[in-house]
């Protein structure tokens, strides 16, 4: 199983980009979550979506990010929008399976101010 995660740039502040990831492999996918790591910070939960397309966010992205998941092709999206200096950092996605969890790459997100 392999995550590939794309959509990332560099955006102005108050700008907005989606974030895809993509899932290849034969595996039941349960949660698909994203994450992020900013410089010199830890690892934090950004937005998970469940199978029965229940959504949890992080406080700092409430009314801003949006996660969607399209389970036919097996991807998870990151709708992001208003986005300020404060969002810059790597986000990865990670899914879980009745196995084990699996992560993407990352992909960076850069919002100048």
């Known amino acids: 199983v392999q995550l590939q995660a794309s959509g990332g740039g560099l955006v102005q502040a108050g700008g907005s980009l989606r974030l895809s990831c993509t899932v290849s492999g034969s595996t039941i996918i349960n949660t698909m979550r994203w994450y992020r790591q900013a410089p010199g910070k830890q690892r934090e939960l950004v937005a998970e979506i469940r199978r029965g397309a229940t959504r949890i966010y992080a406080d700092f992205v409430k009314g801003r990010f949006t996660i969607s998941r399209d389970s036919a092709k097996k991807m998870v999206h990151l709708q992001m929008n208003n986005l300020t200096a404060e969002d810059t950092a790597l986000y990865y996605c990670?899914?879980?399976?009745?196995?084990?969890?699996?992560w993407g790459q990352g992909t960076q997100v850069t919002v100048s101010s």
């Open positions: 990670n899914v879980d399976t009745p196995v084990t969890d699996y």
